[in-house]
C-alpha cells in the first residue's frame, strides 16, 4: 500500500470534479437537497384561518374566541351570519374550518352546565383539519376548565385539586414540538447519503470510459485505486456536512446542542460506512446512468421511508426492521437529532456509532473480496 | 548469458489458453510463444479472439482453461508481477479526457513509481518522442484520433516495459499518422522491447517479425511474412477484366467464374477491378486465361505477374481454414 499512489489517484479524481465544473455542485447539492426537503415536508401549519358562527354574541363566547385565537396556530376569520352561508362557502373551498357557537353558550357555562360547540372541517385535507380539531379541542378544554374553576370559585371557594385531572404535557429537547427541529437533522442526515452515489458514479465512470481496464493493467494496488478514489468524496462530503449544519441553524433556526467536533467525526463515520456499501454496489454497475439511478434507488428512498423519519421502526414488520438497521442512514438520522436536539455525547451515541463502524469495516471487507481487477 | 540466448529467450508463451463466455468460444486453445525482442503480430478477422487474448495475456482476465507466462509468472496466480512488465493499450481509446497530455503521463508515471527528475525526464523524452510536446497542456479528449494514440502508447512507456502489448493501436488513424506510429515502433523494437501487436491491416503485418494468423480463437499459421506468403504455392497474375457489355461487380463476377475452372488455377480473388489469380505456372496459364476471357468477349489490362503480398496469403490461408472446417462438420 502505497501512499503516493493513492494520494497520484486522488490527484487525478479532483481534477475530474473540478474539471466537470462539478465540485461546487457536487458540494452544494446535499445543502440544497436538505433546504428543498425541509421547507416541503415541514408540518408546521400556522395561521390557518377559522370562520366563526356565533350564534350566542355573548361576552362569553367573544372571550372563547379569543381563547383560541390566542396562538399563532389559528387565526378568527371571517364571520357567517347564517349556517347556509357557511356551507356556501365550504362549496366554493372558500374556507376549511368553521367553529359554530350555540345560542345559550355564556349563559349555560355561567350557570355551571357543558355545552357543545360544533367544529366542521374540510375533510378533503385531512392534514390541516387534523390541526384544526387539535387545536380547537385542546384550547376548549383549557377554557372549560378556567371556567369550570370560576363557577366553582363562586359557588365555593375550593383550590386547583377540585378539577379532577390536570393534563399538563411537557415537550422535551422540542418545546412546542416545533416540527422542523425533528425534520431538519434528519434531512441532514438524508442529504449526506448523497455523496455515496458520487462515489458509485465516479467507480463506473472509469468502467464506462475503459480507464479501469488500463489501470487494472498497471501495478497499482485495489486498496490504493478504492482509497485513492474515495478520497476526495470523503473530503467534498465534509465540506456539504458543515454547510448542512450551519444551513439548519441559521436557515432553520434548529438549536445545535451536542458538540460539533463530535458531529464532524461522527459524519466521517457515516460517510465510510455508506461509501463503503457504495463500493460494494459498484462492483456489479457498468454504467454512470444505472450507478446515479441504483444509488437514489439504494440510499435516498430507502432511507427516507426506512430510517425512521416518518414511520417508526419499531412499528415496521421485521424484515423491514431489519433492512432498516442495514441502512447506515437509520443511525445518522439518530445521531443526528440526538446530537443537534438532545444535545447528546458520545456516550449516548455510542450505540449509533458503533453500527456505523461496524457497517463501516463489513461494507469495506466485501468489497476488498468482492472487487478483483479483472475485467 | 549471450546476447543470443537473450534474444531467442521465450518471453510469452500460452498452453491450450481458452477463454469460454457462455456460449460463446472466444479464443479456443491457443498456443502461442513470443520471444524477447520480437515484433509479433496477431492477425486475424473481428472477432478473432485478439482482445480476449490481449486481457488473459495481461493478467486482467482468467482463462476458463489453458495456461499462459509472461516474462516467467503465470498470469493467474502472479497476476501483479506481470504488471511491473508490461505495457497495456487497449482498443478503445483508454485515458481520461478531462485530463490534459501531460497529467495523464503523470498519472501513469506514478502509478508505476517513477519519481521525481526520473519522471520529468521520462515525460519530456516520451512527449518529445510522440510529437505531443506542443500539445502537452491539451485536454486528451479534444486530441486527433492519431494524437490520442500516440499518448496512449507514450502512457504505455512511461515506465519503460519490456513487453507491450498493443490491441489494433492504429485502427481509425488516417495512413500519415499509421506509418508515423509504426516508425515509432520500431525504434522501439531496435531498442529490444518485445512487442505483440493485433492488426487488421497486412501492411503493418509484413512489418512484423512474425505473424499469428489467428482464427475463430485459434492461431491457424504462425510464421515469419516471407514464409507466410510462401504458403501460397506457386505464383500470382494480377489482372484487369475489361468488357463492353458487363460492369462492376457483375463483371468481375463473370471473369471469376470461368478462370476459375480453367485447369492449374488455384484460387482466384477479387480485388476492386482487379482479380488476383493463383496458378501453377504463370508463363504457361496467363495466355489460356486471356484466350479464355475473349471467348467470353471480354479482355485484359494491365496483366502481370507478382508475388502474392500478405493480403493474398491471408485471405488464402483463412479460406482454406473455413473450407477444412466446413469439411470436418460435414464428416461428423
Known amino acids: 500500500m502505497s501512499l503516493r499512489k493513492t494520494w497520484a489517484v486522488v490527484v487525478k479524481e479532483m481534477r475530474h470534479t473540478r474539471r466537470g465544473g462539478s465540485m461546487l455542485i457536487l458540494v452544494l447539492i446535499p445543502l440544497l437537497v436538505m433546504i428543498v426537503f425541509s421547507v416541503a415536508l415541514a408540518q408546521d401549519i400556522k395561521g390557518v384561518s377559522i370562520t366563526v358562527l356565533d350564534r350566542d354574541k355573548s361576552a362569553l363566547s367573544r372571550r372563547f374566541l379569543m381563547t383560541l385565537s390566542n396562538s399563532q396556530d389559528v387565526v378568527i376569520g371571517r364571520e357567517a351570519q347564517s349556517y347556509g352561508q357557511a356551507e356556501g362557502w365550504f362549496d366554493r373551498s372558500l374556507i376549511k374550518a368553521l367553529i359554530v357557537i350555540p345560542p345559550g353558550f355564556g349563559e349555560t357555562l355561567v350557570g355551571g352546565g357543558s355545552v357543545a360547540v360544533q367544529i366542521v372541517v374540510d375533510g378533503t385535507d385531512p392534514t390541516t383539519a387534523g390541526h384544526v380539531i387539535t387545536h380547537v379541542a385542546s384550547r376548549s378544554q383549557a377554557f372549560g376548565i378556567e371556567q369550570a374553576m370560576r363557577t366553582l370559585g363562586r359557588t365555593a371557594p375550593v383550590g386547583l385539586d377540585a378539577v379532577p385531572i390536570d393534563l399538563r404535557v411537557r415537550e422535551w429537547y422540542n418545546p412546542g414540538l416545533r416540527n422542523l427541529n425533528g425534520l431538519v437533522p434528519a434531512m441532514l442526515a438524508i442529504a449526506l447519503t448523497l455523496p455515496a452515489i458520487n462515489v458509485m458514479s465516479a467507480l463506473a465512470r472509469e468502467r464506462e470510459l475503459g480507464t479501469m481496464e488500463i489501470v487494472f493493467a498497471t501495478p497499482l494496488g485495489r486498496g490504493e485505486l478504492l482509497i485513492g478514489k474515495v478520497l476526495p468524496y470523503v473530503a467534498l462530503g465534509m465540506i456539504s456536512a458543515v454547510l448542512c449544519a450551519l444551513a439548519a441553524v441559521a436557515v432553520f433556526k434548529v438549536p445545535f446542542r451536542g458538540s460539533f467536533f463530535i458531529y464532524l467525526a461522527l459524519c466521517l463515520l457515516f460517510f465510510l460506512a455508506s461509501f463503503s456499501m457504495a463500493m460494494v454496489l459498484s462492483i456489479f454497475i457498468r454504467t454512470q446512468a444505472v450507478a446515479i439511478l441504483g444509488g437514489m434507488l439504494v440510499f435516498i428512498f430507502p432511507s427516507l421511508f426506512l430510517a425512521g423519519i416518518f414511520y417508526p421502526i419499531g412499528s415496521m414488520p421485521p424484515e423491514m426492521q431489519m433492512e432498516s438497521q442495514m441502512l447506515p442512514a437509520t443511525s445518522f438520522v439518530a445521531i443526528t437529532r440526538g446530537l443537534m436536539i438532545k444535545g447528546q455525547g458520545l456516550d449516548s451515541l455510542r450505540n449509533q456509532a458503533l453500527i456505523l463502524l461496524g457497517s463501516a469495516l463489513v461494507y469495506a471487507a466485501i468489497s476488498i473480496k468482492l472487487f478483483k481487477k479483472r475485467v | ?332
Not at chain 2, 489458453?17 to 486453445?29: E, Q, S
Not at chain 2, 512484423?208 to 500470382?236: F, H
Not at chain 2, 473455413?322 to 469439411?327: D, H, M, P, V
Open chain 2, 1 to 332: 548469458m549471450s546476447s543470443n540466448e537473450h534474444r531467442n529467450q521465450v518471453v510469452i508463451s500460452t498452453t491450450n489458453l481458452t477463454k469460454r463466455f457462455r456460449k460463446v468460444l472466444a479464443v479456443d486453445g491457443l498456443n502461442l510463444e513470443v520471444r524477447r525482442g520480437e515484433v509479433f503480430g496477431l492477425v486475424g478477422p473481428d472477432g478473432a479472439g485478439k482482445t480476449t487474448t490481449f486481457r488473459m495475456l495481461a493478467a486482467i482476465m482468467n482463462p476458463t482453461e489453458g495456461e499462459a507466462t509472461v516474462s516467467g509468472f503465470d498470469t493467474r496466480r502472479q497476476a501483479e508481477d506481470i504488471k511491473h512488465h508490461i505495457g497495456y493499450m487497449a482498443q478503445q481509446f483508454n485515458l481520461y479526457p478531462d485530463l490534459s497530455v501531460e497529467e495523464n503521463l503523470i498519472f501513469f508515471a506514478d502509478i508505476f513509481d517513477v519519481r521525481g527528475a526520473e519522471r520529468e525526464a521520462r515525460l519530456e523524452r516520451l512527449l518529445d518522442f510522440a510529437r505531443l510536446t506542443e500539445f502537452r497542456n491539451r485536454r486528451a479528449g479534444h486530441l486527433s484520433g492519431g494524437m490520442k494514440k500516440k499518448l496512449a502508447l507514450a502512457c504505455c512507456l512511461i515506465h519503460e516495459p519490456e513487453i507491450l502489448y498493443l490491441d489494433e493501436p492504429t485502427t481509425g488513424v488516417d495512413p500519415v499518422s499509421r506509418r508515423e506510429f509504426w516508425d515509432i515502433l520500431s525504434s522501439l523494437h531496435a531498442r529490444g522491447t518485445t512487442i505483440l501487436v493485433s492488426t487488421p491491416y497486412m501492411d503493418e503485418a509484413e512489418r512484423c517479425s512474425r505473424v499469428g494468423l489467428v482464427y475463430e480463437g485459434r492461431i491457424i499459421v504462425c510464421d515469419t511474412p516471407d514464409n507466410i506468403k510462401g504458403m501460397i504455392e506457386g505464383e500470382m497474375i494480377e489482372l484487369r477484366p475489361t468488357s463492353a457489355t458487363l460492369f462492376g461487380v457483375g463483371r468481375m463476377r463473370q471473369a471469376r467464374e470461368v478462370i476459375k475452372v480453367l485447369d492449374g488455377i488455384r484460387e482466384v480473388q477479387m480485388f476492386g477491378d482487379l482479380l488476383h489469380v493463383f496458378v501453377d505456372d504463370a508463363g504457361r496459364r496467363a495466355p489460356e486465361i486471356e484466350r479464355t476471357l475473349q471467348r467470353h468477349d471480354m479482355g485484359t489490362e494491365g496483366t502481370r505477374v507478382t508475388s502474392p503480398r500478405m493480403e493474398e496469403a491471408y485471405i488464402s490461408l483463412v479460406r482454406r481454414q473455413a473450407t477444412q472446417e466446413a469439411e470436418k462438420v460435414e464428416e461428423s
